[in-house]
């Protein structure tokens, strides 16, 4: 009997939260599923958003905030935006780090073998300082942790810091690995350079088999020096591990080349690019999503995060091709400088916050055009239990699952206001195998992978739209 009435009562909850009644009007009735239907077909017969991709990476390229690329993409995305039906389209300026590679691609190389080289395929990291033009050469030391760089702290000074930390393999979602191994890319550098070290290799943050390096955000401690920092390729790490003999401060003299050209530039304007569909009732309640447009320069930038901004595009025009009127203004937000300083998404934050904006969802894709899985959504047990009903909407698509989290870094300062923030979980096994590098290009997004993905958020938006959230 106990169970009997917690099934009834959840159920009621369930019921209240979402705004059904007793003759069953609500996210599980036959409209909502025709509804999607539609504009499924829409998405999947005449969708726009590969061929946006291809303009944005075949035409404009690489975007690194601040860099000549990244304007032409905002101007591609003002167009992109009013092409797609947007009732309002405008730039929201904000200050950006300009940081910029310079020179020649980087180059290192071993000494070894009587003299002979062997080269190592590596990338300067984001927003590091660079060697200058000779570069230097100097003993490399390989560290696998950084309990082992605090026990060989004394042997550090005058070296290069290899560090050979792996992804872990045992973490079936691979955003675990990398969440993992970043902090050797974005702190290491600077916890190497407070023992003496004159620069640093990091191991790159995949498990692919390949040997591209990928690049990526470090973050300097400004109480230490900011020595060069690289991202090795991972044929060349296991190459460079062995040679050394593994074992921290052990093994053969390996010494090493290396040449960066990096350089920090002052900050400089760039901008969020902002289209909306204005809602049908007269509040001040919005819905955003959103994906960011800056990229790495390495490559075209197509998987992180173009995938991301022309699904945010397609949300708007597939839902005011099928003529949806929200209740809510609907924004697509292509947000400026994720990769190296997060500005873009703090500026967007903050202007909300300046006017006082009731926003119900800040939902982001930036973990590739993969095929769609689930959600994140920073809800209470009790709300995420509540929304499970829509579920059964989704898994003719793909969609199987609402996960207890949140989403990128984006809308990170969004859920500081107390929004409900998410992000689109498409499968993750091979996103690592192109983050930032110079293999991140058109050909390696499926059309129809990426897509079912725009479907979904579109899906999504659509029924927290007509719903609401249910009282945590």
Known sequence: MANKLLSAGLVLFI??????????????????????????????????AYEDLRVLTKKVGARLSGSPGYYKAEQWGLKALTDAGADKVWMQECMVPHWVRGGKDSASWVAANGGKR?????????NSEGTGPKGLTAPVLLINNFEELEAHKDAIKGKIVFYNYHFNPKFIETFRSYGDAVRYRVFGPSMAARYGAVAVLVRSMSHSVDNNPHTGALIYNDSFPKIPAVAVGLKDADWLADAIGHAPGAGNPIRVYLRTQGQMLADTPAHNIIGELKGSEPSNQYITVGGHLDSWDPAEGAMDDGTGCVQSIEVLRALKAVGYTPKRTIRAVLFANEENGGRGGEKYADEAKKKGEQHLLALE??????TPRAFSLSLSDAQLAAVQPWIKLLEPYG???????GGGSDVEPMEKLGVVVGELRPDSQRYFDYHHTRNDVLEVVNKREMELGAFSMAALIYLVDKYGWPAR
């Open 15 to 48: 019921c209240i939260g979402l705004g059904l009644n007793g003759r069953g009007q609500g996210p599980m009735d036959g409209s909502d599923s025709a509804f999607l239907r539609k504009l499924a077909d829409v998405v999947l017969t005449d969708g726009r």
């Open 118 to 126: 062997h080269g190592l395929d590596v990338i300067a990291l984001g």
């Open 365 to 370: 894709s930036d973990a590739g055009g993969f």
């Open 399 to 405: 969609v199987y699952a609402f996960n207890k989290g």
